[in-house]
């Protein structure tokens, strides 16, 4: 029997890439999507196409409202999403969501625990990135080692491990693994603020990486932008 895996599923492009890796890799993938008042819904529709597309053993979405703190360009309406702000400095753009890793690797936790499921896998960059302190690898190795003290099933010798397959990946080196698994990129959504339909604005930070990230890797763009 393959090992079971829970695989953080945004519904972008680099969730998708890692789904596929964790496929290739032999595991039983348990996809998670967070509703957690997002801008908009696209693309937790779009997780959902992948995970049927990368044939998922399971895909769930769970709710939890992070706009009761609000704090972050994504989920609070009144802050504007900024346009084409990516520089590689050390600024921290108002588009970073408070804990979002840390809550969603949690509740990916607690779902392993119950699969008996010692594999979670997260789709974070460290290199072709906004600049997020959530998705560098000291970041995953500390939750790494909260995770083997803080459940039932690691005291018991279940040794759990994060992985971040794309963790020191350019963009351009992530979509060509992609294509060479097969992903759709079509079926991905990366955009801030896509619209109902689930096209980009080609004008936030996420728009100008991906599609920087699709020319320097050689590779067309199937983006669908407004």
């Not at 974070?124 to 000291?138: F, I, L, M």
């Amino acid at each position: 029997m393959a090992n079971k895996a829970v695989i953080l599923l945004s519904g972008g492009l680099d969730s998708a890439t890692t789904l596929a890796m964790a496929r290739r890799d032999g595991y039983d993938c348990y996809c998670l999507s967070l509703d957690y008042g997002q801008r908009h819904r696209a693309e937790l529709d779009a997780a959902a196409k992948i995970a049927l597309s990368l044939g998922a053993a399971a895909h769930r979405v769970l709710q939890l409202d992070l706009t009761t703190f609000g704090g972050s360009a994504l989920t609070d309406p009144s802050l504007a999403v900024p346009m084409a702000t990516h520089s590689g400095g050390n600024d921290i753009p108002i588009t970073y969501v408070p804990a979002r890793n840390t809550i969603m690797l949690s509740l990916a936790l607690a779902w392993s625990e119950v699969l008996k499921a010692t594999d979670i896998f997260i789709g974070a960059n460290a290199v072709d990135y906004s600049g997020y302190p959530d998705c560098r690898p000291e970041f995953i190795d500390a939750f790494e080692k909260l995770a083997n003290l803080a459940t039932k099933a690691a005291v018991e010798g279940a040794h759990c491990r994060i992985h971040a397959p794309l963790i020191n990946l350019s963009k351009a080196q992530i979509i060509q693994q992609g294509q060479a698994l097969n992903v759709d990129y079509a079926l991905t959504v990366s955009c801030y603020q896509a619209d109902a339909a689930g096209r980009g604005c080609g004008q936030c930070d996420s728009c100008q990486l991906r599609q920087q990230g699709f020319s320097a890797a050689g590779i067309p763009d199937p983006t669908r932008y407004r």
